[in-house]
């Protein structure tokens, strides 16, 4: 997770929640326009997911992260640019996840209701609590750690009662993890658009990744 920010955990920040909710809200349009308009035109992008086209998207994304955050953290990308990077990052998630979405069509609505449910939950916890959630930044990226190992060994053995329990934890973990990152976007000691969309960007990737363990544990329950 690249959610690290200058000079946090100074002084409430309500609307940056707001503007990083609104940008959030904004990419998550932009990836499900791409993926709609791929799977109505699956055909001709089958040679890309056929390919080793994934894995390189897969690589340039976490590339793109790395770079927009960093860039955004020191300050040195004008606002235009970030929010312009932001949304291509979303395009590109778009494209990622359109086998998921054909391999399992009927999840993906409760999987979209469920993500939304969660996060906003998750997120107005995070924003009304009065706690300090500071030592849990520590315990939620071991967390992070173990279940991207377990993640991999599960690729190897592709056991379902793995995968099962791999899917119910990512969504405790992402659970977590955005209520951790609004109560951090809140109490950021500095705004602006870079703030915005950096807020933005993290919460996009707890949204992104409560979806898609929540597509996972219920495409295992129908099998």
């Known amino acids: 997770m690249y ?41 001709t992008w089958l040679p890309f997911y056929t390919g080793w086209g994934p894995l390189v998207l897969a690589l340039g994304e976490i590339a793109l992260v790395w770079y927009l955050s960093s860039r955004l953290q020191r300050g040195t990308i004008a606002p235009a640019e970030g929010r312009a ?16 979405l054909v391999a399992a069509p009927g999840t993906v609505g409760p999987a979209v209701l469920l993500s939304a449910g969660t996060f906003t939950a998750a997120g107005l916890w995070g924003a009304a609590t009065g706690v300090d959630m500071r030592p849990l930044g520590t315990f939620l990226f071991m967390a992070l750690i173990g279940l991207l190992l377990a993640m991999a060994v599960n690729a190897l053995l592709i056991h ?16 977590g993890l955005t209520a951790y990152d609004v109560g951090r976007i809140r109490r950021l000691g500095w705004a602006g658009e870079g703030a915005a969309i950096l807020g ?3 919460l996009y990737l707890d949204f992104a990744n409560l979806f898609l363990f929540w597509l996972m544990l219920l495409g295992g329950r129908r099998r």
Do not use: E, H
Not at 13 to 31: E, F, I, N, R
Not at 85 to 100: E, K, N, Q, R, T
């Open 3 to 43: 959610s690290a920010y200058p000079r946090d955990w100074v002084r409430p920040q309500g609307g940056l929640v707001a503007k990083s909710m609104l940008w959030m809200a904004a990419g998550l349009v932009v990836t499900l326009a791409v993926a709609a308009a791929i799977t109505a035109t699956l055909r």
């Open 85 to 100: 990077l932001f949304l291509l990052y979303a395009a590109s998630f778009g494209v990622l996840i359109v086998p998921a």
């Open 160 to 175: 379902g009662a793995l995968t099962f329990w791999i899917s119910l934890a990512g969504v405790l973990l992402f659970s």
């Open 200 to 202: 933005a960007l993290t």
